[in-house]
């Protein structure tokens, strides 16, 4: 088993904190001053978190000099499927458990889908958007 590298998975949750955050406040203003519906408003905001978030990890946590296409769609694929965690997770627990309060929604979405979420974006991020022949050295030491 590998040793998990706490300076790399550090920078990524700070990346991917600044990506969601993105994504919540672009969420916001599409849906309330902007009026937007909440399908459209998602989407966008969605993919501005993903471009936040290859950037953050392609310029830092990465230290990639050039940005490439290719990765940036892989990332996006990654994400994606991630977000495919969560809804899995909330669809679970809402349609199959019957677990249908507003908190219960919140804990497996937000918290369990996050989780899950989160673990499956930086396995796939490390392997296989940003591969590196040799050591990889996070901008965080």
Not at 67 to 81: D, I, K, P, Q
Request: aromatic share 10%.
């Amino acid at each position: 088993m590998k040793r998990v590298p706490w300076p790399e998975a550090a920078s990524f949750i700070l990346v991917g904190g600044c990506a969601y955050a993105a994504d919540v406040a672009l969420f916001t203003l599409l849906r309330g001053p902007g009026g937007w519906g909440p399908l459209t408003a998602k989407a966008v905001s969605f993919l501005a978190g993903c471009t936040v978030a290859y950037l953050g990890n392609a310029l830092g946590t990465y230290r990639r000099r050039t940005l490439r296409l290719r990765e940036y769609a892989a990332f996006f694929g990654v994400n994606g499927a991630g977000a495919i965690v969560q809804l899995l997770c909330l669809a679970v627990s809402h349609h199959g458990l019957g677990l249908t309060s507003a908190r219960a929604d919140l804990v497996s979405g937000l918290g369990v889908g996050m989780v899950l979420a989160t673990c499956l974006r930086f396995w796939g991020t490390r392997t296989l958007v940003f591969r590196v022949a040799g050591r990889r050295t996070p901008w965080t030491g």
